[in-house]
């Protein structure tokens, strides 16, 4: 005989109570004196205080290492921008405009300082024998950094193949000071451009200079924003280097 409709509930309800009636007591929740509760509560305070786990008090350890302070050279205070214009280098100034700093129409190339205060250059008075020059933004202390023979005098190579000058494949000022470094290169009279990936180093206000690396030994610099590293670049390799050229890596 099938149960009723009304017969199913009703047995389910006393298997519900049969069951409930079997389960063991619920435990009471623990009760803390005073004494533990603010115990409890000063533990808590002090894991929250030292950047740990409310739950389980522990510091976890700091992620990624060490935190390192930047060193950063300061900004300029004013906001200035070097550019050659008609072969004649001028300096803008924001708030006052821009002024000629050069006017025979050799330079080339111009790189303001890190901090504003001197302009390098390329001047070419005479065809494939550019010079390095430098200038302070106020217009004074016009002076050769590095000559055309000097430059010359970097070369490595048979004579046969030595080409019509040397030229500058990229300048850098190591930032935070007047020191300029630059890397060379051939110049031709017919087309083509190549590095020699060398690096040299003028110090525009003492004139006291270096060669720290000769052709295919270095590569064309591009410093750390603290002066203190050089990424030397070439067609198949990146290297660092210290600035005073220590260290290759």
Known sequence: MRPSARFIPALAALLLAALACSLPPASPAPTLSPEDAAASVA???TAIASGGSPETGITPPAEGGPTLTPTLPPPPPVLRVAYIKNNNLFLWTDGIGSVALT?????????????????????????????IWAINTDGSNERLLVSA??????YVGSAAEAPAGIGIYRMAWRPGSHSLYYSTRPL????????YYDLHSVDADAFVKATLFTRDTGGVPFFSPNGMQIALSTPTSISLVNFDGSNLR
């Open 149 to 154: 023979a000097e430059l010359s005098a970097t």
């Open 103 to 131: 006017f025979d129409g050799t330079a080339q190339g111009a790189l303001l300082s890190s901090d504003g205060q001197v302009v390098a250059f390329l001047r070419e008075s005479v065809a494939f024998h550019p010079e």
């Open 43 to 45: 533990a808590t305070l």
């Open 188 to 195: 031709y009279e017919g087309p083509g451009y190549m590095g």
